[in-house]
C-alpha cells in the first residue's frame, strides 16, 4: 500500500473514533424538556418517546470504542502499521498448515508399513484414502470409482494396466499415457465398416459365430490380427503391458456401439493418466493404492 493511502486510511479511522467519541459525550447531556415526553412522532397509533439512551448502552458504546482502540494498537488495521503483536493472517494461516501437516504424518506413518491388502480392510483408513480420492480422483472416475465416458471403471475387474497392488500404486506413482493410432488413412470406408463390425463382434461370441464364415468378416479379421492384435491381443484379451483394454468382453472405455467404436479405429484415442508421485507423495499415495484396490472387491 502506498505511503498517501496508508495516512488517508489512518486519518480517516482515528477521525472516525473521535467523531464517535464527540457525538457520545457531547450530546449525553443535551437538556430535555420535561414536560413532553414524546418526540411528538405518531405513526399507526404508536408513539415514540423521547427518553435518555439506556446507561448499559452508553457503556457499551465506550467499551466498544476503548476495544477499537486497543484492537488497532496490537493488530493490522491502519495503513501499513503491522501492530505492536505484529499478527498477520497469512502467518496464523501458516501455523495452521504446519501444525496441520503434523497431525496428517503421524497419522500417515501408522500405516506405512501396513500391506495394502490388510490396509484395505482398515475402515480409519479407507475413510481417509476415501477422502483423498474424492479430492483428486472422482473428477475423471466419479466419487463412486464407477468412471466417466473414457475414463477406467475402478468398480469391476477390468484393469487395463493391471489391478495388483503393486500396479495400481505404479499406476499412481508415475501416470499412465496410453495411444490409440488412428487407421483411418489406412482402411477404406468399407473395410473400416467391417472391422468395427468385427471388433464389435469379439464381444459377442454368438454373433461371431454366425459372421465368421461370411466373407466380409474374414477380411475384417485379417485386418485385425494385420493392425489391432498387437496390442489387443489375436482374440481381444488386451494387454496390460501397453494399457490396451479387452474386446472381448462387456467393458468399453469409450462406448460399445458401432459409431463409437468405429471413432476409436478411425480417428485413435490418447488417455492421460497423471502422475500423483508429486502431487500426494508416498505416504498419501500407499492409502489411496489401498482405496482403489478394495473398490472393486466390495
Not at 500391506?115 to 466419487?143: Q, W, Y
Not at 464407477?146 to 501416470?175: C, H, M, R
Not at 468385427?198 to 474374414?218: D, F, I
Request: net charge negative; aromatic share 12%; with cysteine.
Amino acid at each position: 500500500m502506498s505511503s498517501f493511502w496508508s495516512a488517508w486510511i489512518i486519518g480517516l479511522t482515528v477521525i472516525s473514533l473521535v467523531l464517535l467519541c464527540w457525538l457520545l459525550f457531547g450530546t449525553r447531556k443535551i437538556p430535555v424538556d420535561k414536560d413532553k415526553d414524546t418526540t411528538g412522532h405518531v405513526y399507526d397509533g404508536i408513539e415514540e418517546y423521547d427518553n435518555p439512551m439506556p446507561s448499559w448502552w452508553i457503556n457499551m458504546f465506550v467499551i466498544s470504542i476503548v476495544f477499537g482502540v486497543f484492537y488497532l494498537l496490537f493488530y493490522p488495521g491502519l495503513g501499513n502499521f503491522k501492530g505492536l503483536l505484529n499478527w498477520t493472517s497469512a502467518s496464523e494461516w501458516e501455523a495452521d498448515v504446519v501444525e496441520a501437516k503434523s497431525k496428517a504424518e503421524s497419522f500417515y506413518v501408522a500405516y506405512a508399513n501396513t500391506p495394502i491388502p490388510a490396509l484395505a480392510e482398515d475402515a480409519t483408513a479407507m475413510r481417509v484414502g476415501k477422502r483423498i480420492f474424492s479430492n483428486n480422483c472422482a473428477t475423471c472416475h466419479m466419487v463412486d470409482g464407477s468412471g466417466a465416458k473414457g475414463y477406467p471403471n475402478l468398480t469391476d475387474d477390468d484393469w487395463l494396466y493391471g489391478g495388483s497392488p503393486e500396479q495400481i500404486e505404479a499406476t499412481l506413482v508415475n501416470g499412465r499415457v496410453a495411444a490409440m493410432p488412428a487407421w483411418e488413412s489406412a482402411l477404406s470406408v468399407a473395410e473400416l465398416d467391417n472391422l468395427t463390425r468385427y471388433v464389435k463382434s469379439l464381444s459377442q461370441p454368438a454373433e461371431a459365430g454366425e459372421n465368421a464364415a461370411s466373407r466380409a468378416m474374414q477380411g475384417a479379421e485379417q485386418k485385425y490380427l494385420a493392425m489391432c492384435s498387437a496390442c489387443h491381443g489375436e482374440s481381444g484379451e488386451g494387454n496390460i503391458a501397453f494399457g490396451a483394454p479387452a474386446l472381448n468382453d462387456d467393458t468399453w472405455l469409450y462406448g460399445g456401439r458401432e459409431v463409437e467404436i468405429r471413432h476409436s479405429i478411425a480417428k485413435g484415442r490418447r488417455g492421460v493418466m497423471p502422475a500423483q508421485a508429486e502431487i500426494l507423495g508416498e505416504q498419501k499415495i500407499h492409502l489411496l493404492t489401498a482405496y482403489v484396490y478394495q473398490l472393486s472387491r466390495q
